[in-house]
């Protein structure tokens, strides 16, 4: 016997709901909690594997990782850093056994600046996956939005087939250029948006649909949309379910197991915010980049500026001390 609509959406907590809209992917390296909430995709970065590798559950892990940095030689360095891009790709390939969909790797934040050693360090973490049997259309390489990183983008997208997901995305430049560029995903940050203008503002509470950090996303899918760009725009870095809510609709949402948990629980009604056909309505007109241009309209923007040269040095810093770690 069929259940009503009306009597679904009695039953199904908000995220049940969230996922028939858009793609739903777990933000964290802990596999519980990828069980728990069965998500398509997962995304990690350094400061979410950092937390999990200090999990006694996944000493292995690091035992394994450090013990193929070491079996490489070379100077300590070197055998650091083989051990932790091992790191990374071993937790990738646990993730991928619970996931149907695609796992997020991230290139060091120390290469943001360095083109070719972004595309490099790419190309080393996909031939890594596929020693332990994972191919290349299962990982998403991510990537710091800044030109040098959007350029290796376009570089390992059209020359090696190699799938990136542009993070550290915070101005409507950086969306046009990555879009320009043809990678496969961008994942615009809400949450960290949000916290700047609180910090730097008068204004300290918004409403979801007034967030600063919302109407950042919703400008760039419906850019997307209106002039027919490939790429997946998935949602990031959220404070609240607000923020989440707010953007039903959005291609993909990258979440925390805690607002996950949230969402479960809750059993309002959702309905879309976003939608093709009203981004195609929408008046925004298209506009082209070169490196120049890109770099104004970035540095017009003072938040995705400051934002940007912070997401890079935190990331950073979580790679050392991840280091420090396996040392």
């Given at each position: 016997?069929?259940?009503?609509?009306v009597?679904?959406?009695?039953?199904?907590?908000?995220?049940?709901?969230?996922?028939?809209?858009?793609?739903v992917?777990?933000?964290?390296?802990?596999?519980?909690a990828i069980?728990e909430?069965?998500?398509l995709?997962a995304?990690?970065?350094?400061?979410l594997?950092?937390?999990?590798?200090?999990?006694p559950?996944y000493q292995?892990?690091?035992?394994?990782?450090?013990a193929?940095?070491?079996?490489l030689g070379g100077?300590?360095?070197e055998q650091i850093?083989?051990a932790?891009?091992k790191?990374?790709v071993?937790?990738?390939?646990?993730?991928?056994?619970?996931i149907?969909?695609?796992v997020?790797?991230?290139?060091?934040?120390?290469l943001?600046f360095?083109k070719e050693g972004?595309?490099?360090?790419a190309?080393r973490l996909?031939?890594?996956y596929k020693?332990?049997?994972?191919?290349?259309?299962?990982i998403?390489?991510?990537l710091?939005?800044?030109?040098?990183?959007?350029q290796?983008?376009?570089?390992l997208?059209?020359?090696?087939?190699?799938?990136?997901n542009m993070t550290l995305?915070?101005s409507?430049?950086?969306a046009?250029?990555?879009?320009?560029?043809?990678?496969?995903?961008?994942?615009?940050?809400?949450g960290?948006?949000l916290d700047?203008?609180?910090?730097n503002?008068d204004?300290k509470?918004?409403?979801?649909?007034?967030?600063?950090?919302v109407?950042s996303v919703?400008?760039?899918?419906?850019?997307y949309?209106?002039f027919?760009?490939k790429?997946?725009?998935?949602?990031?870095?959220?404070?609240n379910?607000?923020?989440i809510k707010?953007?039903?609709?959005c291609?993909?949402l990258?979440i925390?197991p805690?607002?996950?948990a949230e969402?479960?629980k809750?059993h309002?009604?959702?309905t879309?915010?976003l939608?093709?056909?009203e981004a195609?309505?929408?008046?925004?007109e298209k506009?082209?980049?070169?490196?120049?241009?890109f770099?104004w309209?970035?540095?017009?923007?003072?938040?995705a500026?400051?934002?940007l040269?912070?997401?890079?040095?935190?990331?950073?810093?979580?790679a050392?001390?991840?280091?420090?770690m396996?040392?």
């Amino acid at each position: 016997m069929s259940v009503s609509p009306v009597k679904r959406q009695k039953m199904e907590s908000a995220l049940d709901q969230l996922k028939h809209h858009t793609t739903v992917v777990a933000d964290t390296g802990d596999f519980n909690a990828i069980d728990e909430y069965k998500p398509l995709d997962a995304t990690t970065n350094p400061s979410l594997i950092l937390t999990a590798a200090q999990m006694p559950a996944y000493q292995k892990l690091v035992d394994d990782a450090v013990a193929y940095g070491k079996k490489l030689g070379g100077s300590e360095e070197e055998q650091i850093k083989n051990a932790s891009d091992k790191l990374f790709v071993l937790f990738g390939a646990e993730i991928l056994k619970r996931i149907p969909g695609r796992v997020s790797t991230e290139v060091d934040a120390r290469l943001s600046f360095d083109k070719e050693g972004m595309i490099q360090r790419a190309r080393r973490l996909i031939d890594l996956y596929k020693e332990v049997g994972v191919g290349k259309d299962r990982i998403l390489i991510k990537l710091s939005s800044t030109w040098e990183g959007i350029q290796a983008g376009r570089v390992l997208e059209a020359e090696y087939g190699i799938h990136c997901n542009m993070t550290l995305l915070f101005s409507f430049a950086q969306a046009v250029a990555c879009a320009e560029a043809g990678v496969t995903l961008i994942s615009p940050f809400v949450g960290r948006i949000l916290d700047w203008y609180v910090a730097n503002g008068d204004k300290k509470t918004y409403e979801p649909s007034e967030d600063p950090g919302v109407k950042s996303v919703t400008k760039i899918y419906n850019y997307y949309k209106k002039f027919g760009y490939k790429t997946i725009v998935m949602g990031a870095s959220f404070r609240n379910t607000g923020q989440i809510k707010a953007l039903t609709g959005c291609d993909y949402l990258t979440i925390s197991p805690k607002l996950l948990a949230e969402l479960s629980k809750e059993h309002v009604k959702l309905t879309p915010t976003l939608s093709v056909k009203e981004a195609q309505a929408c008046d925004l007109e298209k506009i082209h980049l070169d490196e120049k241009a890109f770099r104004w309209h970035h540095n017009e923007d003072q938040m995705a500026v400051e934002k940007l040269s912070d997401g890079i040095r935190r990331f950073a810093a979580d790679a050392v001390k991840l280091e420090r770690m396996l040392k």
